[in-house]
Nanobody
Framework: QVQLVESGGGLVQTGGSLRLSCVVSGGSFSRYALGWFRQSPGKDRDFVAAISRSGSSSDYADSVKGRFTISRDNDKKTVYLQMSSLEPEDMHIYFC????????????????????WGQGTQVTVAQ
């Protein structure tokens, strides 16, 4: 059984930084493309960033490009989201997700393409 567990959320001041982590257990970590999404109550879950199976390619939503960095450590079976220059608009619950895919498949922003999800971690940005 594949499980994803996020951590690293919390309260930060505007302009501050946080690093989210997501540990993946079960399955074969290297076979997954990985993504981060975010959601507020009553709103849709939106794409934030994705990273390929190899880690050589990444994709970002325009709203976070240049401020957030996604990375993965296949030995630790962990995907990270380094967030800098945080703004109140970044205050959401952040979810990591894994897509079981072939090595050459392009990354996807489509929520329906992801097979496994974590429970989320809250990020609060104080003005």
């Amino acid at each position: 059984q594949v499980q994803l567990v996020e951590s690293g959320g919390g309260l930060v001041q505007t302009g501050g930084s946080l690093r989210l982590s997501c540990v993946v257990s079960g399955g074969s970590f290297s076979r997954y493309a990985l993504g981060w999404f975010r959601q507020s109550p009553g709103k849709d879950r939106d794409f934030v960033a994705a990273i390929s199976r190899s880690g050589s390619s990444s994709d970002y939503a325009d709203s976070v490009k240049g401020r957030f960095t996604i990375s993965r450590d296949n030995d630790k079976k962990t995907v990270y989201l380094q967030m800098s220059s945080l703004e109140p608009e970044d205050m959401h619950i952040y979810f990591c997700a894994a897509e079981q895919t072939i090595l050459t498949a392009p990354m996807t922003r489509n929520i329906r393409d992801y097979d496994y999800w974590g429970q989320g971690t809250q990020v609060t940005v104080a003005q």
